[in-house]
DNA sequence: CCTACCGATCGGTAGG
DNA sequence: CCTACCGATCGGTAGG
Protein backbone atom coordinates (compact mmCIF):
# COMPACT_ATOMS: atom_id res chain seq x y z
CA UNK A 1 0.00 0.00 0.00
CA UNK A 2 1.03 4.02 -0.94
CA UNK A 3 1.44 6.84 1.67
CA UNK A 4 -1.26 8.51 1.31
CA UNK A 5 0.26 11.57 0.45
CA UNK A 6 -2.71 12.71 -1.37
CA UNK A 7 -4.28 13.50 1.53
CA UNK A 8 -2.77 17.26 1.75
CA UNK A 9 -4.86 18.29 4.56
CA UNK A 10 -4.61 15.29 6.69
CA UNK A 11 -1.58 16.09 9.31
CA UNK A 12 -2.77 14.22 11.94
CA UNK A 13 -5.06 10.49 11.46
CA UNK A 14 -6.31 8.17 13.49
CA UNK A 15 -5.64 4.64 12.63
CA UNK A 16 -8.87 4.09 12.29
CA UNK A 17 -9.47 6.58 9.16
CA UNK A 18 -6.42 5.60 8.18
CA UNK A 19 -7.99 2.17 7.64
CA UNK A 20 -11.07 3.43 6.13
CA UNK A 21 -9.14 5.74 3.67
CA UNK A 22 -7.31 2.98 2.35
CA UNK A 23 -10.14 1.12 2.05
CA UNK A 24 -12.24 3.98 0.44
CA UNK A 25 -9.14 4.26 -1.95
CA UNK A 26 -9.07 0.55 -3.19
CA UNK A 27 -12.98 0.85 -3.48
CA UNK A 28 -12.61 3.80 -5.95
CA UNK A 29 -9.68 1.77 -7.55
CA UNK A 30 -11.44 -1.25 -8.61
CA UNK A 31 -14.82 0.65 -9.60
CA UNK A 32 -12.05 2.82 -12.04
CA UNK A 33 -10.68 -0.26 -13.32
CA UNK A 34 -13.81 -1.97 -13.81
CA UNK A 35 -15.59 1.05 -15.66
CA UNK A 36 -11.84 1.96 -17.73
CA UNK A 37 -11.81 -1.89 -19.19
CA UNK A 38 -15.00 -1.95 -19.98
CA UNK A 39 -15.51 1.92 -21.52
CA UNK A 40 -11.90 3.20 -22.19
CA UNK A 41 -10.05 6.29 -20.40
CA UNK A 42 -12.31 9.39 -22.08
CA UNK A 43 -15.30 7.07 -22.29
CA UNK A 44 -15.48 6.85 -18.51
CA UNK A 45 -16.14 9.82 -16.06
CA UNK A 46 -14.86 10.95 -12.59
CA UNK A 47 -18.67 11.43 -11.51
CA UNK A 48 -19.25 7.59 -13.00
CA UNK A 49 -16.43 6.46 -10.61
CA UNK A 50 -17.56 8.37 -8.02
CA UNK A 51 -21.01 6.46 -8.37
CA UNK A 52 -19.77 3.40 -8.92
CA UNK A 53 -17.16 3.72 -5.74
CA UNK A 54 -20.42 4.89 -3.71
CA UNK A 55 -18.89 8.31 -2.97
CA UNK A 56 -19.45 12.07 -3.99
CA UNK A 57 -17.48 13.07 -6.45
CA UNK A 58 -15.82 15.23 -4.90
CA UNK A 59 -14.96 12.74 -2.82
CA UNK A 60 -12.22 11.55 -5.47
CA UNK A 61 -9.89 14.39 -5.30
CA UNK A 62 -8.96 13.62 -1.65
CA UNK A 63 -7.43 10.40 -2.76
CA UNK A 64 -6.19 11.19 -6.21
CA UNK A 65 -4.90 14.54 -7.67
CA UNK A 66 -7.17 13.96 -10.75
CA UNK A 67 -8.31 11.49 -13.39
CA UNK A 68 -4.58 10.76 -14.78
CA UNK A 69 -3.76 9.86 -11.15
CA UNK A 70 -6.68 7.48 -10.76
CA UNK A 71 -5.56 5.97 -13.96
CA UNK A 72 -2.26 5.50 -12.77
CA UNK A 73 -2.97 3.69 -10.41
CA UNK A 74 -5.34 1.56 -11.79
CA UNK A 75 -2.95 0.31 -14.17
CA UNK A 76 0.00 -0.09 -11.44
CA UNK A 77 -2.36 -1.94 -9.33
CA UNK A 78 -4.02 -4.21 -12.00
CA UNK A 79 -1.08 -4.49 -14.44
CA UNK A 80 -0.54 -8.21 -15.34
CA UNK A 81 2.85 -8.35 -13.96
CA UNK A 82 1.49 -9.10 -10.46
CA UNK A 83 1.21 -11.95 -11.84
CA UNK A 84 3.09 -12.95 -14.49
CA UNK A 85 6.39 -12.27 -12.44
CA UNK A 86 5.86 -15.00 -9.81
CA UNK A 87 4.93 -17.40 -12.11
CA UNK A 88 7.90 -16.95 -13.82
CA UNK A 89 9.70 -17.32 -10.56
CA UNK A 90 7.68 -20.39 -9.46
CA UNK A 91 8.45 -21.95 -12.65
CA UNK A 92 9.85 -25.47 -12.19
CA UNK A 93 10.86 -27.94 -14.72
CA UNK A 94 13.87 -30.71 -15.32
CA UNK A 95 14.11 -29.75 -18.66
CA UNK A 96 13.56 -26.77 -20.71
CA UNK A 97 10.06 -27.93 -21.97
CA UNK A 98 8.86 -28.56 -18.35
CA UNK A 99 9.97 -24.98 -17.53
CA UNK A 100 8.30 -23.31 -20.78
CA UNK A 101 4.47 -25.48 -20.05
CA UNK A 102 4.93 -25.41 -16.24
CA UNK A 103 5.24 -21.22 -16.92
CA UNK A 104 2.75 -21.00 -19.77
CA UNK A 105 0.27 -22.82 -17.44
CA UNK A 106 0.79 -20.77 -14.18
CA UNK A 107 0.48 -17.48 -16.10
CA UNK A 108 -2.84 -18.63 -18.63
CA UNK A 109 -4.48 -19.83 -14.99
CA UNK A 110 -3.28 -16.17 -12.95
CA UNK A 111 -4.67 -14.32 -16.20
CA UNK A 112 -8.00 -16.26 -16.30
CA UNK A 113 -9.93 -14.51 -14.29
CA UNK A 114 -9.17 -11.25 -15.82
CA UNK A 115 -10.08 -11.82 -19.79
CA UNK A 116 -9.42 -8.15 -19.80
CA UNK A 117 -6.19 -7.60 -19.08
CA UNK A 118 -5.15 -6.21 -22.43
CA UNK A 119 -7.45 -3.59 -22.77
CA UNK A 120 -5.76 -1.67 -19.58
CA UNK A 121 -2.19 -2.10 -21.51
CA UNK A 122 -4.20 -0.92 -25.01
CA UNK A 123 -5.65 2.19 -23.07
CA UNK A 124 -2.22 3.24 -21.55
CA UNK A 125 -0.62 2.80 -25.26
CA UNK A 126 -2.94 5.17 -26.92
CA UNK A 127 -4.29 7.59 -24.42
CA UNK A 128 -0.98 8.14 -22.69
CA UNK A 129 1.85 6.97 -25.04
CA UNK A 130 2.82 4.48 -22.60
CA UNK A 131 4.39 6.77 -20.32
CA UNK A 132 3.26 4.59 -17.67
CA UNK A 133 4.78 1.48 -18.97
CA UNK A 134 7.95 3.25 -19.14
CA UNK A 135 7.94 3.89 -15.25
CA UNK A 136 7.30 0.82 -14.81
CA UNK A 137 9.61 -1.01 -17.19
CA UNK A 138 12.39 1.20 -15.33
CA UNK A 139 10.82 0.41 -12.27
CA UNK A 140 10.73 -3.89 -13.10
CA UNK A 141 14.77 -3.48 -14.44
CA UNK A 142 15.99 -5.56 -11.25
CA UNK A 143 13.03 -7.71 -11.76
CA UNK A 144 13.90 -8.72 -14.69
CA UNK A 145 17.25 -9.31 -14.05
CA UNK A 146 16.26 -11.41 -11.44
CA UNK A 147 14.14 -13.53 -14.01
CA UNK A 148 17.39 -13.41 -16.38
CA UNK A 149 18.87 -15.16 -13.54
CA UNK A 150 16.47 -17.76 -12.62
CA UNK A 151 16.54 -18.45 -16.35
CA UNK A 152 20.03 -19.29 -16.28
CA UNK A 153 19.90 -21.82 -13.62
CA UNK A 154 17.88 -24.18 -16.01
CA UNK A 155 19.80 -26.89 -17.64
CA UNK A 156 19.99 -24.85 -21.35
CA UNK A 157 22.13 -27.67 -23.02
CA UNK A 158 19.48 -28.54 -25.37
CA UNK A 159 18.56 -24.44 -26.08
CA UNK A 160 19.56 -22.78 -29.06
CA UNK A 161 21.70 -20.05 -28.97
CA UNK A 162 19.51 -17.25 -27.64
CA UNK A 163 20.09 -14.53 -25.08
CA UNK A 164 18.31 -15.08 -22.24
CA UNK A 165 16.39 -11.59 -22.10
CA UNK A 166 15.69 -12.68 -25.54
CA UNK A 167 14.36 -15.93 -24.39
CA UNK A 168 11.38 -13.80 -21.59
CA UNK A 169 10.76 -11.47 -24.58
CA UNK A 170 10.03 -13.78 -26.81
CA UNK A 171 7.94 -16.15 -24.40
CA UNK A 172 5.64 -13.40 -23.38
CA UNK A 173 5.19 -12.78 -26.85
CA UNK A 174 3.38 -16.02 -27.23
CA UNK A 175 1.03 -15.28 -24.83
CA UNK A 176 0.72 -11.55 -26.98
CA UNK A 177 0.68 -13.29 -30.40
CA UNK A 178 -2.54 -15.20 -29.22
CA UNK A 179 -4.68 -13.13 -27.56
CA UNK A 180 -4.40 -10.63 -30.36
CA UNK A 181 -4.62 -12.83 -33.25
CA UNK A 182 -7.58 -14.48 -31.47
CA UNK A 183 -9.55 -10.96 -31.42
CA UNK A 184 -8.78 -10.48 -34.83
CA UNK A 185 -10.02 -13.39 -36.79
CA UNK A 186 -12.57 -14.73 -34.06
CA UNK A 187 -16.29 -14.69 -35.70
CA UNK A 188 -18.57 -14.34 -32.71
CA UNK A 189 -21.35 -16.00 -34.96
CA UNK A 190 -19.11 -18.93 -36.06
CA UNK A 191 -17.99 -21.76 -34.43
CA UNK A 192 -14.48 -20.75 -32.04
CA UNK A 193 -11.35 -21.48 -32.31
CA UNK A 194 -10.74 -24.77 -30.92
CA UNK A 195 -9.37 -25.19 -27.80
CA UNK A 196 -5.96 -26.16 -28.34
CA UNK A 197 -4.99 -23.44 -30.66
CA UNK A 198 -2.59 -22.01 -27.93
CA UNK A 199 -0.84 -25.24 -28.10
CA UNK A 200 -0.02 -24.43 -31.41
CA UNK A 201 1.75 -21.67 -30.02
CA UNK A 202 3.51 -23.22 -27.25
CA UNK A 203 4.82 -26.19 -29.35
CA UNK A 204 6.03 -23.70 -32.27
CA UNK A 205 7.72 -21.87 -29.57
CA UNK A 206 9.37 -24.63 -28.20
CA UNK A 207 10.47 -26.33 -31.81
CA UNK A 208 11.64 -22.92 -31.98
CA UNK A 209 13.94 -22.11 -29.17
CA UNK A 210 15.29 -25.88 -28.62
CA UNK A 211 17.93 -28.05 -30.83
CA UNK A 212 17.46 -29.70 -34.07
CA UNK A 213 15.61 -33.13 -33.62
CA UNK A 214 14.69 -33.76 -30.70
CA UNK A 215 10.87 -34.74 -30.21
CA UNK A 216 8.96 -32.59 -27.53
CA UNK A 217 7.36 -34.63 -24.83
CA UNK A 218 4.22 -33.41 -24.91
CA UNK A 219 3.30 -32.76 -28.56
CA UNK A 220 -0.28 -32.14 -30.02
CA UNK A 221 1.31 -30.81 -33.95
CA UNK B 1 -13.62 4.26 -53.24
CA UNK B 2 -17.58 3.22 -51.12
CA UNK B 3 -20.70 4.37 -52.85
CA UNK B 4 -22.21 7.57 -50.82
CA UNK B 5 -24.98 5.80 -49.84
CA UNK B 6 -24.46 8.53 -46.63
CA UNK B 7 -25.56 11.13 -48.46
CA UNK B 8 -29.14 10.10 -48.29
CA UNK B 9 -31.35 12.94 -50.18
CA UNK B 10 -28.94 13.31 -53.01
CA UNK B 11 -30.95 11.68 -55.93
CA UNK B 12 -29.03 13.08 -58.73
CA UNK B 13 -25.65 14.79 -58.53
CA UNK B 14 -22.98 16.37 -61.29
CA UNK B 15 -19.63 14.59 -61.77
CA UNK B 16 -17.60 17.57 -60.35
CA UNK B 17 -19.42 17.98 -57.08
CA UNK B 18 -19.06 14.22 -56.67
CA UNK B 19 -15.67 14.41 -56.86
CA UNK B 20 -15.43 17.44 -54.46
CA UNK B 21 -17.79 15.83 -52.11
CA UNK B 22 -15.31 12.40 -52.56
CA UNK B 23 -12.41 15.01 -51.62
CA UNK B 24 -13.33 15.95 -48.97
CA UNK B 25 -14.75 12.85 -47.39
CA UNK B 26 -10.78 11.75 -47.98
CA UNK B 27 -9.48 14.66 -46.08
CA UNK B 28 -11.59 14.51 -43.15
CA UNK B 29 -11.05 10.71 -43.06
CA UNK B 30 -6.84 11.68 -42.94
CA UNK B 31 -7.72 14.27 -40.22
CA UNK B 32 -9.46 11.71 -37.57
CA UNK B 33 -6.93 8.88 -38.35
CA UNK B 34 -3.97 11.33 -37.28
CA UNK B 35 -5.80 12.65 -34.20
CA UNK B 36 -7.30 9.52 -32.84
CA UNK B 37 -4.31 7.49 -33.46
CA UNK B 38 -2.36 10.01 -31.38
CA UNK B 39 -5.44 11.32 -28.89
CA UNK B 40 -7.40 8.48 -28.89
CA UNK B 41 -11.24 8.66 -29.48
CA UNK B 42 -12.81 10.25 -26.93
CA UNK B 43 -10.15 12.11 -27.06
CA UNK B 44 -10.57 13.84 -30.28
CA UNK B 45 -13.52 16.16 -30.82
CA UNK B 46 -15.54 16.72 -34.23
CA UNK B 47 -14.28 20.28 -33.78
CA UNK B 48 -10.38 19.08 -34.02
CA UNK B 49 -11.40 16.92 -36.84
CA UNK B 50 -13.38 19.93 -38.84
CA UNK B 51 -10.95 22.15 -38.01
CA UNK B 52 -7.79 19.34 -39.03
CA UNK B 53 -10.08 18.73 -42.28
CA UNK B 54 -10.31 22.44 -43.09
CA UNK B 55 -14.39 22.35 -43.03
CA UNK B 56 -16.66 23.10 -41.07
CA UNK B 57 -17.84 21.65 -37.54
CA UNK B 58 -21.13 21.23 -39.49
CA UNK B 59 -20.00 20.03 -42.85
CA UNK B 60 -18.76 16.57 -41.30
CA UNK B 61 -22.13 15.52 -40.76
CA UNK B 62 -23.01 16.24 -44.58
CA UNK B 63 -20.22 12.40 -44.98
CA UNK B 64 -20.85 11.39 -41.78
CA UNK B 65 -23.92 10.92 -39.78
CA UNK B 66 -21.85 10.83 -36.19
CA UNK B 67 -18.81 10.17 -34.64
CA UNK B 68 -18.59 6.77 -34.71
CA UNK B 69 -19.72 6.69 -38.03
CA UNK B 70 -16.36 8.43 -38.62
CA UNK B 71 -14.09 6.06 -36.64
CA UNK B 72 -15.74 3.21 -38.47
CA UNK B 73 -14.54 4.94 -41.60
CA UNK B 74 -10.77 5.55 -40.45
CA UNK B 75 -10.82 2.18 -39.32
CA UNK B 76 -11.88 0.25 -42.38
CA UNK B 77 -9.50 2.93 -44.84
CA UNK B 78 -6.49 2.27 -42.75
CA UNK B 79 -6.53 -1.23 -41.20
CA UNK B 80 -3.10 -2.71 -41.87
CA UNK B 81 -4.95 -5.84 -44.14
CA UNK B 82 -4.94 -3.60 -46.94
CA UNK B 83 -0.81 -3.78 -47.05
CA UNK B 84 -0.66 -6.70 -44.92
CA UNK B 85 -3.19 -8.79 -47.55
CA UNK B 86 -1.73 -8.20 -50.79
CA UNK B 87 2.22 -8.57 -48.80
CA UNK B 88 1.22 -12.10 -48.02
CA UNK B 89 -0.46 -13.14 -52.08
CA UNK B 90 2.95 -11.91 -53.11
CA UNK B 91 5.17 -13.33 -51.48
CA UNK B 92 7.63 -14.80 -53.27
CA UNK B 93 10.10 -18.34 -52.58
CA UNK B 94 11.68 -22.04 -53.75
CA UNK B 95 11.32 -23.19 -49.91
CA UNK B 96 9.05 -22.13 -47.03
CA UNK B 97 11.87 -20.52 -44.88
CA UNK B 98 12.50 -17.98 -48.21
CA UNK B 99 8.49 -17.82 -48.82
CA UNK B 100 8.42 -16.57 -44.62
CA UNK B 101 11.23 -14.16 -45.22
CA UNK B 102 9.81 -12.79 -47.87
CA UNK B 103 6.55 -12.17 -46.73
CA UNK B 104 7.56 -10.98 -43.54
CA UNK B 105 9.78 -8.36 -45.31
CA UNK B 106 7.03 -6.79 -47.80
CA UNK B 107 5.04 -6.39 -44.69
CA UNK B 108 7.62 -5.00 -42.46
CA UNK B 109 7.99 -2.29 -45.48
CA UNK B 110 4.54 -1.83 -46.12
CA UNK B 111 3.94 -1.23 -42.92
CA UNK B 112 6.77 1.23 -42.06
CA UNK B 113 5.38 4.80 -42.88
CA UNK B 114 2.78 3.74 -40.25
CA UNK B 115 4.33 2.81 -36.81
CA UNK B 116 0.77 3.69 -34.77
CA UNK B 117 -0.96 1.02 -36.75
CA UNK B 118 -1.13 -0.84 -33.66
CA UNK B 119 -3.18 2.29 -32.03
CA UNK B 120 -5.80 1.87 -34.40
CA UNK B 121 -6.54 -1.71 -33.54
CA UNK B 122 -6.05 -0.83 -29.71
CA UNK B 123 -8.53 2.00 -30.08
CA UNK B 124 -11.56 -0.12 -31.83
CA UNK B 125 -10.93 -3.10 -28.94
CA UNK B 126 -11.25 -0.65 -25.71
CA UNK B 127 -13.44 1.76 -27.63
CA UNK B 128 -15.91 -0.77 -29.61
CA UNK B 129 -15.43 -4.03 -28.08
CA UNK B 130 -14.18 -5.47 -31.26
CA UNK B 131 -17.24 -4.90 -33.55
CA UNK B 132 -15.85 -3.36 -36.89
CA UNK B 133 -12.85 -6.04 -36.18
CA UNK B 134 -15.78 -9.21 -35.92
CA UNK B 135 -17.68 -7.04 -38.84
CA UNK B 136 -14.15 -7.15 -41.12
CA UNK B 137 -13.21 -10.52 -40.35
CA UNK B 138 -16.55 -11.95 -41.32
CA UNK B 139 -16.23 -9.49 -45.05
CA UNK B 140 -12.46 -11.25 -45.06
CA UNK B 141 -13.42 -14.87 -45.16
CA UNK B 142 -12.99 -15.09 -48.58
CA UNK B 143 -9.60 -13.51 -48.43
CA UNK B 144 -8.46 -15.73 -45.45
CA UNK B 145 -9.74 -19.13 -48.31
CA UNK B 146 -7.42 -17.34 -50.95
CA UNK B 147 -4.85 -16.99 -48.70
CA UNK B 148 -4.73 -20.50 -47.15
CA UNK B 149 -4.90 -21.52 -50.61
CA UNK B 150 -1.80 -19.66 -51.43
CA UNK B 151 -0.70 -21.56 -48.71
CA UNK B 152 -1.35 -24.95 -50.16
CA UNK B 153 0.16 -24.60 -53.56
CA UNK B 154 3.72 -23.97 -51.12
CA UNK B 155 5.86 -26.93 -50.91
CA UNK B 156 5.20 -27.58 -47.38
CA UNK B 157 7.51 -31.16 -47.36
CA UNK B 158 9.78 -29.47 -45.14
CA UNK B 159 6.49 -28.42 -42.60
CA UNK B 160 5.39 -29.92 -39.63
CA UNK B 161 2.30 -30.74 -39.88
CA UNK B 162 -0.14 -27.48 -38.45
CA UNK B 163 -3.27 -26.62 -40.27
CA UNK B 164 -2.24 -23.33 -42.88
CA UNK B 165 -5.15 -21.18 -41.06
CA UNK B 166 -2.75 -21.68 -37.92
CA UNK B 167 -0.09 -20.86 -39.97
CA UNK B 168 -0.91 -17.71 -41.22
CA UNK B 169 -2.78 -16.75 -37.67
CA UNK B 170 0.92 -17.43 -36.37
CA UNK B 171 3.27 -16.04 -38.88
CA UNK B 172 0.99 -12.59 -38.25
CA UNK B 173 1.24 -13.30 -34.60
CA UNK B 174 4.63 -12.84 -34.41
CA UNK B 175 4.48 -8.85 -35.53
CA UNK B 176 1.94 -8.77 -32.50
CA UNK B 177 4.44 -10.44 -30.65
CA UNK B 178 7.25 -8.07 -31.52
CA UNK B 179 5.43 -4.71 -31.35
CA UNK B 180 3.80 -5.44 -28.12
CA UNK B 181 6.62 -6.75 -26.19
CA UNK B 182 8.80 -4.25 -27.99
CA UNK B 183 6.39 -1.42 -26.18
CA UNK B 184 6.46 -3.56 -22.74
CA UNK B 185 10.37 -3.90 -22.37
CA UNK B 186 11.34 -0.93 -23.83
CA UNK B 187 12.62 2.20 -21.89
CA UNK B 188 13.43 5.01 -23.72
CA UNK B 189 16.00 6.36 -21.74
CA UNK B 190 18.40 2.87 -22.04
CA UNK B 191 19.88 2.41 -25.35
CA UNK B 192 17.53 0.61 -27.32
CA UNK B 193 16.71 -2.93 -28.58
CA UNK B 194 19.31 -4.20 -31.45
CA UNK B 195 18.23 -3.52 -35.07
CA UNK B 196 17.68 -7.25 -35.49
CA UNK B 197 15.87 -8.14 -32.32
CA UNK B 198 13.14 -9.62 -35.25
CA UNK B 199 15.20 -11.93 -36.71
CA UNK B 200 15.17 -14.19 -33.22
CA UNK B 201 11.12 -14.17 -33.76
CA UNK B 202 11.26 -14.86 -37.26
CA UNK B 203 14.04 -17.73 -36.57
CA UNK B 204 12.23 -19.10 -33.56
CA UNK B 205 9.15 -19.21 -35.94
CA UNK B 206 10.85 -20.45 -38.64
CA UNK B 207 12.70 -23.34 -36.36
CA UNK B 208 9.19 -23.85 -34.64
CA UNK B 209 7.18 -24.51 -38.08
CA UNK B 210 9.43 -26.81 -39.85
CA UNK B 211 10.75 -30.05 -39.54
CA UNK B 212 13.67 -31.66 -37.36
CA UNK B 213 17.72 -30.63 -37.95
CA UNK B 214 17.66 -28.81 -40.98
CA UNK B 215 20.08 -25.41 -40.38
CA UNK B 216 18.15 -22.41 -41.73
CA UNK B 217 19.66 -20.28 -44.64
CA UNK B 218 20.14 -17.00 -42.80
CA UNK B 219 20.25 -17.57 -39.57
CA UNK B 220 21.99 -15.50 -37.16
CA UNK B 221 20.89 -17.03 -33.72
C1' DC C 1 -34.51 21.74 -56.66
C1' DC C 2 -29.53 20.52 -55.43
C1' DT C 3 -24.63 20.29 -52.77
C1' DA C 4 -21.66 22.03 -49.59
C1' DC C 5 -21.13 24.51 -46.19
C1' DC C 6 -21.85 28.65 -42.50
C1' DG C 7 -22.51 31.09 -37.75
C1' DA C 8 -24.91 30.18 -33.86
C1' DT C 9 -26.65 27.48 -30.54
C1' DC C 10 -29.00 23.11 -28.59
C1' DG C 11 -29.05 20.09 -24.06
C1' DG C 12 -25.56 17.91 -21.18
C1' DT C 13 -21.14 16.91 -19.29
C1' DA C 14 -16.06 17.42 -18.73
C1' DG C 15 -12.31 17.98 -14.90
C1' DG C 16 -11.68 20.58 -11.02
C1' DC D 1 -16.06 13.31 2.56
C1' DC D 2 -20.24 16.32 0.65
C1' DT D 3 -23.00 20.04 -1.90
C1' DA D 4 -22.83 23.42 -4.93
C1' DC D 5 -20.93 25.20 -8.34
C1' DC D 6 -17.04 27.25 -12.16
C1' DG D 7 -15.11 27.96 -17.11
C1' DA D 8 -14.87 25.22 -21.17
C1' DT D 9 -16.03 22.16 -24.03
C1' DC D 10 -18.62 17.96 -25.62
C1' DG D 11 -21.37 15.71 -29.90
C1' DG D 12 -24.83 17.03 -32.65
C1' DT D 13 -28.37 20.17 -35.09
C1' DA D 14 -31.07 24.48 -36.04
C1' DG D 15 -32.38 27.80 -40.00
C1' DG D 16 -30.53 30.03 -44.05
Do not use: W
Not at 99 to 124: C, H, K, Q, S, T
Not at 192 to 215: A, P, Q
Amino acid sequence: MNVRSFCHYEKIMSEANFHRGEHTRTKIIRAAHDLFVKQGYHGTSMRQIASQADIALGGLYNHFEGKEDVFRAVFLEYHPYHEVVPALLAAKGETVEQFVRNGVNRIYEALDDRPDFLNLMFIEIVEFNSVHTNELARELTPVQLKIVERVREINLDKLRPIPPLMLVRTFLGLFFAYKLTEIIFAQPALPEFSENDLDYFINIYLHGILKGNDKLQMDVG
